[in-house]
């Protein structure tokens, strides 16, 4: 079959669009590696007009409208409203998580590897150094957060998604100021930010089309820390990060819900090559994520090499089974949003090379009790 020269300009590549042919390789996975600015300061070009509106009509529309009366009510603070005297025992903890068998590693052939050798302390500091990390990313998916939000209270076009967004900017960095603050007073400090979730931010704040925040913050990245932060607060045996999960969790769904209702208007009007455009952009931001939870800055600081860490990764089954359970949000909203099925189903496609199809018709976000409950975490009780 001969393809035309313009419908071939949109059949991009996982090679165009990931940088690599398998979605799956690891040892491509461990050749980006993070790295902070000297000065402490990391600069992105942001290319989105920002845009005034003239029509002030407050609840033009009314779900962006509740959401944004309901998140008035919803406000904690993360100084006051939490057991920060709460002592925490990292070692204890990450000991009976090793009785419990959490390292997602035991059953795999270490043979030939370093981690062949090691024995209980080491797998316990394996799993301390594991919290950390997945905390410290969390801060740092948390502030790309914070200033996506600052974003879009510049780049949306209504007045409703406006005063919504002010809210959550509010939101984001309460959440900032929590991850961090835990991490700095019980976890003795955090880890930089990782390659691939920077690369997946820089291309959010990046992009000069205003819905593409919405897109890759609100409905990818927060969509994955939603699950996440559901399976760490499943997980944790320590009380305060169990309440300073649980509340977080709530604004969460809250803010997830805001991107799929303000989404589900503007992807109405859009053409399939626009669609297909955000289809790529949604595949790419899903990639950028699942590579980064290959952790490796753990790995480095754990002494073990780059092969001996893939050996483990590709045989840990049980881990990957647990890391595609954190797309179970992701794929229903991406439905909702008509994004799954458009053209040709090309999302469809990709996310059942990346073995998460199967969560296609989970509850979507928007039907989720805390985006629609009334009170403040406080006033519900959620601990
Ligand atoms: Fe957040
Ligand atoms: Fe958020």
Redesign the pocket.
């Known amino acids: 079959m001969t393809i035309a020269p313009d419908e071939q300009d949109t059949m991009r590549s996982n090679l165009d669009l990931i940088g690599r042919t398998d979605v799956v390789d690891y040892e491509a996975i461990f050749s980006v590696v993070g790295v902070e600015e000297a000065n402490g300061l990391h600069p992105v070009d942001n290319n989105c007009k920002t845009l005034f509106t003239w029509d002030y009509t407050k609840g033009a529309r009314p779900g962006l409208d509740k959401l944004y009366e309901k998140s008035k009510k919803a406000q904690w603070n993360g100084q006051t409203d939490l057991p920060w005297e709460t002592e925490v025992d990292t070692w204890k903890l990450a000991e009976e998580a090793y009785t419990d068998d959490q390292s997602g590693f035991f059953n795999a052939d270490l043979s030939g590897t370093v981690v062949e050798k090691w024995g209980k302390k080491e797998w316990i500091q394996f799993g301390i150094e594991n919290q950390k990390w997945s905390l410290s990313q969390f801060m740092h998916g948390?502030q790309g957060?914070l200033v996506c939000?600052a974003k879009i209270v510049e780049t949306a076009p209504w007045i409703d998604a406006k005063y919504y967004a002010a809210q959550?900017v509010a939101?984001?960095a309460r959440?900032v100021e929590v991850f961090s603050k835990y991490l700095n007073d019980k976890l003795d400090g955090h880890y930089q930010m990782n390659g691939h979730l920077g690369m997946l931010l820089d291309d959010i704040v990046n992009d000069s089309n205003w819905d593409m925040t919405y897109l890759g913050m609100q409905v990818m990245v927060?969509g994955l820390?939603l699950a996440a932060f559901g399976f760490a607060h499943q997980m944790t045996k320590e009380p305060l990060l169990k309440q300073l999960l649980r509340y977080v969790m709530a604004?969460?769904a809250r803010?997830v819900a805001f991107g799929i209702l303000s989404l589900q208007e503007y992807y109405q009007g859009l053409t399939q090559a626009e669609l297909r455009e955000r289809q790529e952009f949604a595949f790419e931001a899903a990639v950028r994520m699942n590579d980064r939870l290959a952790s490796q800055e753990v790995w480095e600081r754990m002494g073990v090499p780059v092969k001996d860490a893939v050996k483990l990764l590709t045989q840990a089954t049980d881990r990957k089974d647990f890391q595609v359970l954190l797309f179970s949000k992701i794929v229903p909203n991406c439905k909702k949003l008509g994004l799954l099925d458009a053209g040709d189903g090309w999302l469809r496609k990709k996310f059942t090379d990346l073995g998460a199809i199967a969560f296609e018709d989970w509850q979507d976000t928007t039907l989720d009790e805390d985006a629609l409950a009334d009170a403040s975490p406080m006033e519900r009780g959620l601990v």
């Open positions: 948390e957060a939000t959550q939101d984001e959440h927060e820390a604004d969460e803010h």
